[in-house]
């Protein structure tokens, strides 16, 4: 008898994986985002059910279909993200996929504004919490906690300081300078404790699939 078939590699491991963005109201009709089509995150979630985890997947506004064997929490703001993400805890693993909001409105409008009358409407924003560097620093921290960074330059300096600084194990640096966001392919970079390994492009569903390989190997060690 074998509980951890060489398919099913991660088999009795909770996986928590949040993808998509967050939505921040600035009145009942419109919002602030970051863009974020959810598919990598979804991906990864689909690969991690199949290699047999438990898969806790919270996802913001998306159009997508909940992967099979994949429990799906959806919710809007950044708040609300980082309180699934407590309430999803312990896992052995978190992949930050999300591209969550920086900001949040603090005078937010119960009605629709208008346009006429008052010029521009005066929007004070507040820093969003930080849900990757907040299970960074607590002790509740999964054993192996991956964030994504999608960055248009500098791609490698930004991803080794938000490791840093963030707490994270791993840091999966995207390259958006050219048509990732929505699209179907992705150029990765994985940095870790031990340096940065460079993934040739690839489809969405393909960098899920060898992350996840990835991190099956860490926790087996
Ligand atoms: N992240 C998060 N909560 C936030 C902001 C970001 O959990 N409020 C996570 C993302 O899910 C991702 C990682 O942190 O895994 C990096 O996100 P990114 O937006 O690149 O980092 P920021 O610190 O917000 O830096 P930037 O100024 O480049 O947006
Ligand atoms: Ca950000």
Known sequence: ????????????????????????????????ANRSSGKQG???AE???AAGARVTLVAGPVVLQTPPGVERFDVET??????AVNEALPADVAV???AVADWHVENRA?????KNGHGLPPLELVENPDI?????????KP??????????????????????????????????????MGGRENTVHIVTADGVEDWERMDKERVAVKLVERIADALSR
């Open 1 to 32: 008898f074998d509980s951890h078939p060489p398919h099913r590699p991660l088999y009795g491991r909770h996986v928590l994986v949040t993808a998509g963005p967050t939505h921040e109201p600035i009145d009942p009709v419109r919002y602030i």
């Open 42 to 44: 979804f991906a990864i």
């Open 47 to 49: 690969a991690a059910a």
């Open 78 to 83: 950044a708040r609300e993200m980082a309180e």
């Open 96 to 98: 930050m996929v999300a």
């Open 110 to 114: 119960g009605q629709k504004i208008k």
């Open 132 to 140: 990757l560097a907040g299970l960074g620093q607590s002790p509740g």
């Open 143 to 180: 054993p192996l906690l991956i964030g994504f960074a999608a960055e248009t330059d500098n791609v490698i300096d930004y991803a080794v300081d938000k490791r840093q600084r963030k707490g994270a194990d791993w840091i999966v640096a995207n390259d958006v300078s050219g048509d990732v």
